[in-house]
C-alpha cells in the first residue's frame, strides 16, 4: 500500500515542479535571445560595417576618431560621403563625392558647376561665409580636365571625383585622381560614436 503525500510534501513537489519550469522559461528566453541577436549581427556584417575616421581632412563635419555606420548597398548620390581604397596607396579613406560618372564639372571662385548649372554646398556654408568675410578661397580652382583619370572632360563610368571637406588640408581626388566604384565599399550612413556625436548624416 502506497503512503499518502502529506499536505506539505504535496507543497514541495509543486514550489520544486514551478521552479523547474521558470528555469526552463528562462533558459528558452536566453536561447531566443542569443539567437535573435547572432541574427541582427549576421545582417548588420552583411549589409553594414564599421569605419573609423583617421584624420583631420573631413572637418568641420567628421572628426578623427568618430566611428561610422557604412552602408555596403547604398546608391552613390552626389554629396554622399564614402569609404574608400585610396587610388594607388595600400590605405582606405573617407570623403565626400563631388563628381559623378558622366559629368563635367569645374570649382570658380569657391562655386561648383556642374555644366553649367551652379550646385550649392550647403554641408560647407559656414565656411564659404568665413572664407568670403576674410577674403580667401575654400577650394582652389580647378575643372575634370585637372584630374587624373578623366577623358574627354567627362568622369568615366563607373568613377567618382571626390573632397575632402576641409579644403586646404585634405588629400582628395585632386591628389590622387578619380575613385573606381569597386574600390568603394559603401556610404556613410551615419556616426555610430562617440555617442554625444551620433547622428545621421
Do not use: C, W
Not at 99 to 109: A, F, K, N, V, W
Not at 121 to 131: D, V
Not at 172 to 200: A, E
Amino acid at each position: 500500500m502506497k503512503k499518502r503525500l502529506n499536505q506539505r510534501q504535496l507543497q514541495l513537489i509543486a514550489q520544486n515542479i514551478q521552479r523547474k519550469r521558470r528555469r526552463s522559461h528562462i533558459q528558452d528566453l536566453l536561447v531566443t535571445f542569443g539567437i535573435f541577436i547572432a541574427v541582427v549581427a549576421s545582417l548588420f556584417l552583411i549589409f553594414f560595417q564599421v569605419e573609423t575616421v583617421k584624420d583631420f581632412s573631413m572637418l568641420p563635419n567628421l572628426q578623427a576618431g568618430d566611428r561610422l555606420i557604412i552602408g555596403k548597398y547604398d546608391e552613390i548620390e552626389r554629396f554622399d560621403i564614402i569609404a574608400f581604397q585610396v587610388p594607388g596607396r595600400k590605405q582606405q579613406s573617407i570623403r565626400r563625392v563631388i563628381g559623378l560618372p558622366g559629368e563635367e564639372l569645374r570649382y570658380h571662385e569657391d562655386i561648383l558647376y556642374v555644366g553649367t548649372r551652379e550646385i550649392p554646398e550647403r554641408f560647407l556654408s559656414e565656411e564659404l561665409i568665413k572664407a568670403k568675410d576674410n577674403a580667401y578661397q575654400l577650394t582652389a580652382d580647378f575643372t575634370t580636365n585637372d584630374i587624373r583619370g578623366v577623358k574627354n572632360q567627362r568622369i568615366p563610368a563607373d568613377y567618382y571625383l571626390v573632397l575632402s571637406d576641409n579644403r586646404s588640408f585634405g588629400i582628395d581626388s585632386r591628389d590622387y585622381g578619380l575613385v573606381p566604384k569597386k574600390d568603394i565599399f559603401g556610404v556613410v550612413v551615419g556616426i555610430f560614436l562617440p555617442i554625444p556625436r551620433m547622428m545621421q548624416l
